[in-house]
């Protein structure tokens, strides 16, 4: 993996390779912390202010302070510049800071940090699996973009020793959730459907843009609550993300979905652009 040569920490730009946080940082130690990721294209992040919202948002529900908006698009566009970036997908990463060698806080202030690395365009479609275990719902961190990824890296592992290319959860009702990194959609009888939030699954910035671009396009689309069994009934499905944005499924499980991308699929995916299309901040 080639690295960026520049990473903003803390209000400057250091180089990676002599870029250092604390081995205290809480956010190394237990996964105190929270993250977003966008994307840039032509230079300019895309939906900045949505994702900061919901950046504010983890960092209220963890009792981290937020960045102001104006440091957090300011190191965002310094960090691609002192990469030479135009498209780029950038992290944005926020923890509590030193702590003791424990779940207890200290009292220091909050370390972020900002990397962006080159966009890298997926494949058109994805495959999935269902793992073994399952998104919890009423857990604390439900809803926050918490960097305590673990469950995510051993799903994902599994699923990519399995040759998918995602992992899907259901939470503990046995109610489809979400991916390690994606919210899923499926279509059943011509309307798309969609976990809703109460699911546990998190509030994705293109999720809620494919909400609202169907709404606009006039497509049915529902927010509701779904057996696990659906993914095997359904006629289409696909996944949303700030890198993927409107992106087929082809396989789930060992069920193969008819075609490149289905109708109403394709449907969604040319409602979403036309929603975007022009606005940096939609």
Same mark, same amino acid.
Request: net charge negative.
């Given at each position: 993996?080639?690295?960026?040569?520049?990473? =903003?920490?803390?209000?400057?730009?250091?180089? *990676?390779?002599?870029?250092?946080?604390?081995?205290?940082?809480?956010?190394?130690?237990?996964?105190?912390?929270?993250?977003?990721?966008?994307?840039?294209?032509?230079?300019?992040?895309?939906?900045? *202010?949505?994702? =900061?919202?919901?950046?504010? /948002?983890?960092?209220?529900?963890?009792?981290?302070?937020?960045?102001? %908006?104006?440091? %957090? $698009?300011?190191?965002?566009?310094?960090?691609?510049?002192?990469?030479?970036?135009?498209?780029?997908?950038?992290?944005?990463?926020?923890?509590?800071?030193?702590?003791?060698?424990?779940?207890?806080?200290?009292?220091?202030?909050?370390?972020?940090?900002?990397?962006?690395?080159?966009?890298?365009? =997926?494949?058109?479609?994805?495959? $999935?699996?269902?793992?073994? =275990? *399952?998104?919890? !719902?009423?857990? /604390?961190?439900?809803?926050?973009?918490? *960097?305590? %990824?673990?469950?995510?890296?051993?799903?994902?592992?599994?699923?990519?020793?399995?040759?998918?290319?995602?992992?899907?959860?259901?939470?503990?009702?046995?109610?489809?959730?979400?991916?390690?990194?994606?919210?899923?959609?499926?279509?059943?009888?011509?309307?798309?459907?969609?976990?809703?939030?109460?699911?546990?699954?998190?509030?994705?910035?293109?999720?809620?843009?494919?909400?609202?671009?169907? /709404?606009?396009?006039?497509?049915?689309? !529902?927010?509701?609550?779904?057996?696990?069994?659906?993914?095997?009934?359904?006629? !289409?499905?696909?996944?949303?993300?700030?890198?993927?944005? $409107?992106?087929?499924? /082809?396989?789930?499980?060992?069920?193969?979905?008819?075609?490149?991308?289905?109708?109403?699929?394709?449907?969604?995916?040319?409602?979403?652009?036309?929603?975007?299309?022009?606005?940096?901040?939609?």
């Amino acid at each position: 993996m080639n690295l960026p040569t520049h990473t =903003w920490i803390n209000g400057r730009i250091v180089s *990676t390779s002599e870029a250092r946080i604390s081995p205290f940082d809480h956010g190394f130690l237990v996964g105190d912390g929270v993250f977003e990721t966008l994307v840039a294209r032509h230079g300019k992040p895309f939906t900045p *202010t949505r994702h =900061w919202r919901r950046l504010v /948002a983890s960092c209220q529900a963890m009792n981290i302070t937020p960045p102001e %908006y104006e440091t %957090y $698009v300011n190191a965002m566009q310094a960090t691609m510049q002192a990469n030479d970036l135009a498209d780029a997908r950038i992290r944005v990463t926020l923890t509590s800071g030193d702590g003791p060698l424990g779940s207890d806080r200290g009292e220091s202030p909050a370390t972020m940090t900002v990397a962006a690395t080159a966009l890298k365009p =997926w494949p058109p479609t994805d495959t $999935v699996m269902t793992v073994p =275990w *399952t998104r919890n !719902e009423r857990s /604390a961190l439900a809803g926050v973009k918490s *960097t305590s %990824y673990g469950d995510n890296v051993r799903a994902l592992a599994l699923a990519h020793g399995e040759g998918a290319g995602e992992a899907i959860f259901a939470n503990t009702r046995d109610e489809l959730c979400e991916g390690t990194g994606t919210n899923i959609f499926i279509v059943s009888a011509g309307v798309v459907k969609t976990p809703p939030l109460s699911s546990g699954c998190l509030a994705g910035v293109t999720r809620a843009l494919v909400l609202e671009a169907c /709404a606009a396009a006039g497509i049915a689309v !529902e927010e509701v609550a779904l057996p696990i069994e659906a993914l095997q009934t359904c006629e !289409e499905a696909f996944l949303t993300s700030s890198t993927r944005d $409107v992106h087929p499924l /082809a396989k789930i499980d060992q069920r193969e979905m008819p075609g490149v991308a289905g109708p109403v699929t394709q449907r969604v995916a040319k409602a979403f652009q036309d929603f975007v299309a022009g606005r940096d901040d939609p």
